[in-house]
């Protein structure tokens, strides 16, 4: 079973930064496409960054380019994400995601799911 564990939330005020890591374990680490995705109270899942099996490609939200910048250490097995500048609109708790292949911004087609980070700003 596929094990992907975030951590790193916590509360922010607005203008801070934050770090969340995700830990994996149970698969080929190196052959996936890793995401970020967050999920707001009463809100769908939506798509924050993707970084591919290499790190050479990364993909953001439009909402926190600028911002937020993903990367992972293979030989780790992490992927992280740091978060600049955080605006109460990024309150949410954080999902780290996998797959096999890079593109898709749609959480359905993603079949691995860490257990989630909540991440809250103040204003």
């Known amino acids: 079973q596929v094990q992907l564990v975030e951590s790193g939330g916590g509360l922010v005020q607005a203008g801070g930064s934050l770090r969340l890591s995700c830990a994996a374990s149970?698969?080929?680490?190196?052959?996936?496409?890793m995401g970020w995705f967050r999920q707001a109270p009463g809100k769908e899942r939506e798509f924050v960054a993707a970084?591919?099996?290499?790190?050479?490609?990364?993909s953001y939200a439009d909402s926190v380019k600028g911002r937020f910048t993903i990367s992972r250490d293979n030989a780790k097995r992490s992927v992280t994400l740091q978060m600049n500048s955080l605006k109460p609109d990024d309150t949410a708790i954080y999902f780290c995601?996998?797959?096999?292949?890079?593109?898709?911004?749609?959480?359905?087609?993603?079949?691995?799911w860490g257990q989630g980070t909540q991440v809250t700003v103040s204003s």
């Open positions: 970084i591919s099996w290499s790190g050479g490609t990364t």
């Open positions: 995601t996998g797959r096999v292949g890079f593109g898709t911004t749609n959480p359905n087609e993603y079949p691995h």
């Open positions: 149970r698969l080929t680490f190196s052959s996936y496409t």
